[in-house]
Structure formats: C-alpha cells, structure tokens
C-alpha cells in the first residue's frame, strides 16, 4: 500500500515535469525540466525491482542528456554582438 | 489553425489506441519460458550471479556488439559535424576561473569517482551494475572535471588509444570464443571458477572491462566535443 | 496465484504514466517550433517508452534478477522478476543518447548557417 502511494506520487511527479517540459518557453528550464522526468523515472525503475536500469537511467539520462542539452544551447545563443553569418 | 486541429487529432487517436492496449492488459504472473531458462540455467552454464548481465554479454552478446557499434558511429558523427574547419578558428570568450572551492573539491571527489566507476564495471557480474553504468559514471567524472575548468583539453592520443583497444579487445574476445568454446562470445573459454568471486564466470568480466573503457572513453569524446 | 488489486496496479500505474509521456513528448515535437525544445520532445518520448517496457516486466511481489544471499540458485524461477526487459531498456538508453548527441550536433550547424534555430528559417529543400 505504502509502495503504491510512492509510485503514483512518483509518476505524477514525471507527468508533471514532462508537461513542464514541453510547455516552458525558456530553453533551459526546458531541458533541467526533462531530466527531472529522468530523475523520478530512475526512482521508478527501483520500485519495479530493475536496478541495472535505475543506474544507467540516472547516469545517463538526467546527467549526460542534461548537460549536452545545456552545452548546445550555449553554443548557438543568439546575443546581440554576433553578427548571424551570411547566408 | 488547421496545424493544431491536425495535431490534436493525432493525439486523440492515438490516445485511444494506447487506451485499448491498457484496458485490456493483465500482467502476467509468472516468467514466459525464455526467461525461465535463462534464470534457471544461467548460473549453472555461465556461473555469474547477475542474470540481467548474463543475457547481456552472453545470451544476447551480438545484440551488445551492435549497440556499441551504433554508439561508436553516433560518436563518429558528432565528431564530424562539430569538427573545426578551415579558416574557422577558437571562438575566444572571456571566462572567469573557477572558485577555489570548486578546484579543491574536484581534486577531492575526482579519483574517488573513478574508482567507484571501474568498480561498478568490474563487479558487473556478481552485482548490479556493469559496462554501460561504469562507463557513465566515467564519463560523470569527466563532466565535472570539464564543468570546473573551462580550459582543460583531455589528451586526444590517450582517449583515442583507449577507445581503439577496447573496441578491438572486445571483437577479439568474441573470435576466442569462437574458436576455443561454443560460439561468439561464449564466455567459457576460461575457467568458470567458484560462484560468486570476483574472477569467475570465465570471460565475462573481461567483456565488460572492455565495454566499460569503451562506452567511457566514448561518451567523454562527445561531451569535450559539444563543449566547443 | 490470483492477482489482488494491489499487484495488478502497479504495472498498470506506470504503463499510464508511460503512455501519458509518449502522448506529451510527441505533442512537444510537432507543436514547438525551436530546433532544441524539439529535440526535447524527442528525449522525453524516449523515457516513455523505456518506462512501459520496465513495466511489462514486472511480477507482482518479485525482486531483481540477481542471485545472492536473498535469493538462493535453486528457488530462483520462482522469485525474480524478468530480466530480458531491463537487458532490451539497457540498450535503448545508450542508444537514446547517442542518437541525442548527434541531433544537438545537427541543430549547431544548422544554427551556425542560418543564423537561428526556428525551423521556419530552414529554406533550402523548399520549391
């Protein structure tokens, strides 16, 4: 019983973030916001007893596909000073 | 208009096909029969504790061959897409060095985040873990040394050196089977040995330190490459 | 061994949820018009999927398929969930990131070419 209440505050948790994810403007909070869902789905995948998954999920996907997100978004800021090449 | 009266449309459909395919679905209660005669036979044929890593390495072995095949020519496009071409130079932005706290810290946590990363890959096949978890913590590691100096430039000819080995390491391993035992990738060209220590299960930990220093040295190719 | 409410739910729970982050990933990838919240989209339907088949997997009351001092060799069969679904996950995840890194690869060049990352921009296939 006590596990199925922390499974279902835990998807609501994912469903949460994805709709955040999705809906958000700024890129950023976009991207931080999908590897909360990453987060909560490793958390998940504990109580599913697969805990091979939980580790890669959490290492991989709310880690390195957090921060290449952030990385590619750095590089093609638009800031005022850059003339855009020419076409 | 139209765009989101289409988009809404496709969601509902399908939207109620995955509503069908969750009505009616009973889980099962016990193991289909594949899975019974890996659990059952796995420990007593390949002698590892970790059945997950069992099917990975040696039932499903080529499956793995591929997939680190598909995660190598993934690594080879980004490299070839990001590379720096002529008459191109460095963008040069003004960065602030990183706080002492942090430089302290990451010379702290940095060999203690190795270490746990070829434990993880080391163990795989008595605990939870393997390969792919021990290349990702590897990876972590060299994330966070790139997130705390900007400056750092990770020695291309070791990396390089390392991913080429382990690839070719882990298709020889798979020819050895081969030839010496059952098939490719049989891990029982080597000696079995007890249930349950750390050099059992014939080759399989060898397959994984080389899956492991591959996936590792890969995905920090690719992330030093994003960087800029 | 009759199934009560709580071990049918559990399964059932998640494969909702999963189905519920395929619909909304694949919303994010055809409403948004950035390369990179697109991209985003794109991750997310990855965890739903990955999310439903972890669940399919599942047996009610069972733990992971790892033979040590909880579960003896003998006894096996009839106590670990099955492992063929977290080994197909396993997968998919690496597989999932590498496919990432190279679309983020593709939407820096775009970037550097055209200037911006609407995909309204990206003139050159059309008549």
């Given at each position: ?74 590089r093609t ?11 | ?228 | ?106 939407a820096i060049q775009i970037y550097k070419k055209n200037g911006s990352l ?10």
């Amino acid at each position: 019983m006590m596990l199925l209440l922390i499974s279902t505050v835990l998807c609501i948790g994912i469903i949460v973030s994805a709709l955040l994810a999705v809906h958000l403007g700024n890129t950023v909070s976009a991207a931080i916001s999908a590897g909360m869902a990453s987060l909560f789905a490793a958390i998940i995948y504990l109580v599913l007893a697969a805990p091979d998954v939980a580790m890669t999920e959490a290492a991989i996907g709310s880690g390195l596909t957090t921060v290449i997100f952030l990385y590619s978004i750095r590089r093609t800021l638009t800031d005022g000073t850059k003339e855009p090449p020419e076409k | 208009m139209i765009k989101r009266a289409t988009i809404l449309l496709t969601l509902v459909l399908l939207g109620f096909l995955f509503l069908q395919m969750v009505v009616g679905y009973v889980p099962s209660s016990t193991l289909n029969p594949i899975s019974r005669h890996y659990v059952a036979s796995g420990p007593d044929e390949l002698g590892a504790a970790n059945i997950v890593t069992a099917v990975l390495v040696t039932y499903r072995g080529l499956d793995t061959l591929g997939e680190v095949a598909v995660l190598f020519i993934s690594a080879a496009g980004v490299g070839l897409m990001l590379r720096r071409r002529t008459g191109e130079k460095a963008e040069e932005k003004q960065r602030r060095p990183s706080s002492e706290l942090v430089g302290t810290a990451i010379h702290f946590l940095l060999p203690l985040i190795f270490v746990l990363g070829i434990y993880i890959f080391i163990n795989g096949h008595l605990t939870p873990g393997g390969g792919f978890q021990g290349g990702a913590v590897l990876a972590s590691g060299i994330m966070l040394l790139l997130l705390a100096d900007p400056d750092t430039h990770l020695n291309h000819t070791i990396v390089h050196l390392l991913e080429s080995v382990s690839g070719f390491g882990y298709v020889v391993v798979g020819v050895l089977g081969l030839v010496f035992a059952g098939g490719f990738l049989d891990n029982r060209f080597l000696d079995l040995g007890t249930f349950g220590e750390l050099f059992s299960a014939g080759a399989m930990p060898i397959i994984y330190v080389f899956i492991g220093l591959k996936v590792g040295t890969e995905l920090s190719a690719v992330l030093e490459r994003m960087k800029d | 061994m009759s199934l009560s409410i709580e071990g049918a739910s559990l399964p059932i729970l998640v494969l909702t949820s999963g189905f519920i982050v395929v619909l909304i990933g694949l919303w994010g990838m055809m409403s948004r018009r950035n390369i990179i919240q697109i991209i985003i989209g794109f991750s997310l339907t990855d965890t739903g999927i990955h999310m439903l088949i972890v669940a399919v997997g599942y047996l009610h009351g069972r733990t992971a398929p790892i033979i040590d001092a909880a579960v003896d060799r003998a006894r096996a069969v009839e106590m670990v969930v099955d492992p063929i679904p977290s080994a197909l996950v396993l997968t998919a995840i690496v597989i999932g990131l590498g496919v990432t890194a190279l679309m983020l690869s593709y939407a820096i060049q775009i970037y550097k070419k055209n200037g911006s990352l609407l995909i309204d921009e990206c003139s050159e296939l059309k008549g």
